[in-house]
């Protein structure tokens, strides 16, 4: 049996050092990455159970993170003190025919402010987040 000895020239074995070197450090980047990925915060799993079904919720995060108040059924009603003027988003997990409505007091009357369909959830966009004075869930 013949051995053969294969020569790689120098100039190949420091590109391979070379490599070596780049390959440990695309793979710390890597595990680095991941970690902080993992540490993220899940924000599309806050809605997930957020809210008891045949209820309206409303938080003083987006996403339905934050407090959170859950409205009695049916009928009108004022926010407690602490989602006064706080609440930025809204589930509706209310019956079939449960629409909520979201009112601010401007002088002597009552704007109608962001509206709700029966199953739906969202963020309260620019002027309208943190200016609810009144729930009013109908049906």
Not at 11 to 29: E, F, N, P, Q, W
Not at 41 to 57: E, H, K, L
Not at 59 to 66: E, F, N
Request: some cysteine.
């Amino acid at each position: 049996m013949v051995k053969r000895i294969i020569r790689i020239p120098l100039a190949d074995r420091k590109g391979h050092t070379h490599m070596r070197r780049y390959s440990s450090i695309v793979v710390s980047l890597l595990v680095a990455a991941t970690s902080l990925l993992a540490s993220a915060p899940a924000q599309a799993s806050a809605w997930v159970g957020a809210c008891p079904v045949n209820y309206s919720c409303y938080y003083d995060g987006y996403d339905g993170t934050g407090s959170r108040w859950i409205a009695p059924t049916g009928g009108c009603h004022v926010p407690p003190a602490f989602t006064a003027n706080t609440i930025s988003s809204v589930w509706n997990r209310g019956h079939v025919n449960a629409y909520v409505h979201l009112y601010a007091k401007v002088g002597d009357t009552w704007e109608t402010i962001a509206s709700f369909q029966p199953g739906t959830r969202g963020n309260l966009p620019g002027s309208t987040n943190n200016n609810t004075d009144r729930v009013c869930i109908t049906p």
